[in-house]
């Protein structure tokens, strides 16, 4: 079966080369912003945006026309190009978003991008894209080093078992990352090792996540909180930070070492739970989880700070596609089952139930158990019995940057999740 998976490397360009791709970050929001300018000229005049293809035509004859814009030629024309299509994409959602055609968190109306306020990054979709031991190619930039070895993506390329479909670069806390997204052939097993074998799993603030499968085993696994652990730190460098001058050097030295925690504890994040999820889809055949509203719960500040910490969205996405690799599935609870509320030992619904309180009592039959363990109880139980009111999560991975999706979905299922981001396969950690 054809998967898109992303691989990410962490880069060790050479000084010549971090120009360039300062140049080619550079040339892409030049092109995001004199698009959007375009847009809304047009709009303004005939109610109607550019499409990203009417862009790049425009570009083209404009780049030339205009000896102002003679620089063009030192980036790829693939940065130009794909800045067009991703503002295409992004007034798209936003039109989406708006009308209530897609999921998640309201979109606004794309931005101007201002260098040293927005994400570096760029694209290329065609040209010499590659990789070999440690080192990737791309156009123009050619030859360039990478942090650690790219041997497993290498080695499929060889093999003819995967196909580059494009490569983002981008930089995140003064460290330039190349994320390819790939087509991979994958081998999926027919029927999981386990037949028959499941798990209800209840994505915790306390901990990472808490488990009960079919065999009455309870599974705990405590995240490491690498937030809630650096944030000393951090709160230490952010309130430094906040001292520092506008404008100075040594402000530009404290956000850049503020990036680099915030950074960090993202990689460690994602490394726990790339742990803790594919251990359980190799064990269990089906594993149910809750369909948190993600995007409601980070609007609340104290919670989004738990939230984000364990990355329910990250934890679900990766569910999703590992379980399949596995020839297993995912099953999301409908969001208004109320698998907390619910006394796992006798079903009785208590009509409140607060965030603060960790033991679940049950007033009608007496029991009292650890409130995640009480939830993914419920969800296990409600796997088993096949209640309507699950609904199977998309299945293969979500499309990446370049918006590529392959999807498999369980016939007469919605898709329901609508997440773009492709999941982070090897990385670095640093
Ligand atoms: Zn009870």
Known sequence: MKVVQAYRFALDPVPAQERMLRSHAGAAR????????????????????????????????QKK?????????????????????DLDRALRDFVKSRNGQRQGRRLGFPRFKKRGRCRDSFRFSTGAIGCARAAVTLPR?????????????????????????SATVSRTAQRWFVSFTVEVMRDIPERHLRPGSAIGIDLGVRTLLAGADDQGRVIEVRGPKPLRAALRKLKRASRAHSRTIPGSANRRKSAVRLARLHARVANVRADALHKAT????????????EDLNVAGMTRNRRLARAVCDQGFGQARRM????????????????????????????GTVKAKLSLSERVYRCGACGLALDRDLNAARNLLQLAASGAESINACRAAVGPGPAGHAVSKQEPGTRQRDKTRTAPRQHGTAT
């Open 319 to 346: 569910l999703g596609y590992k379980t399949t690799w596995n020839g297993g599935r995912l099953l999301v609870a409908d969001r208004f089952y109320p698998s907390s509320k619910t006394c796992s030992g006798c």
């Open 278 to 289: 594919t251990d359980l889809a190799r064990q269990y055949e089906t594993v149910v989880i």
């Open 141 to 165: 930039l050619g030859v360039i080093g990478t942090h650690e070895s790219t041997r497993k993506l290498a080695r499929r390329l060889e093999a003819g078992t995967a196909r580059i479909m």
């Open 30 to 61: 030049f092109a995001w912003n004199w698009g959007l300018a375009r847009c809304v000229e047009r709009h303004a005049a005939q109610g109607r945006w550019y499409s990203g293809a009417e862009l790049h035509r425009l570009w083209n004859a």
């Open 65 to 85: 026309a205009d000896p102002a814009l003679s620089w063009w030629a030192e980036n790829s024309k693939c940065a130009y190009q794909e800045a067009f299509r």
